[in-house]
């Protein structure tokens, strides 16, 4: 990272980062072009490992592009505020990149369903019912790498 003053590496402001988003945007491989979609997400790190869960139908380009490369990167951003007076943004980011798969099992399906619905704080059934996650099918991406960034007023009054 150029800035190394804005970087940010703890484990709380990925967190908080994650907690605050509102969507996810995913990058995929489609051929030779990127293919970038912003999707509802869950970020699971409850175990020795972090991982992003992210819904969607039994077909379509996302997962045809997860089977071709499960390579992926994503981003998300809280905290944005345009300062025009100082022709600056301040943000708080989070970048990284994983690798894709279909959850098939049963069980996991249900806990991402769960996952997902408690971050969005969905009127659906917890836990969710096996019928329901027979619906949808689930990615699940092991994170491989992530990088924070801030980028705050240097006074905490600075924005209006």
Known sequence: MRRKDRERTDAAFFDAVFAASEVLFLALKNGDAPYCLPVNFAYDHSRDWAR????????????????????????????????????TTYYKSVCGTGRAQVVEDMAEKCHALDCIGARYAARCPRPTPEATARRVTILRIDIESLTGKECKPAEEGARA
């Open 52 to 87: 992003l869960y992210i819904h969607c139908a039994h077909e379509g380009l996302k997962l045809d592009c997860v089977r071709s490369d499960p390579r992926v990167a994503f981003s998300c951003a809280v905290d944005i505020h345009i300062d025009v007076d100082k022709a």
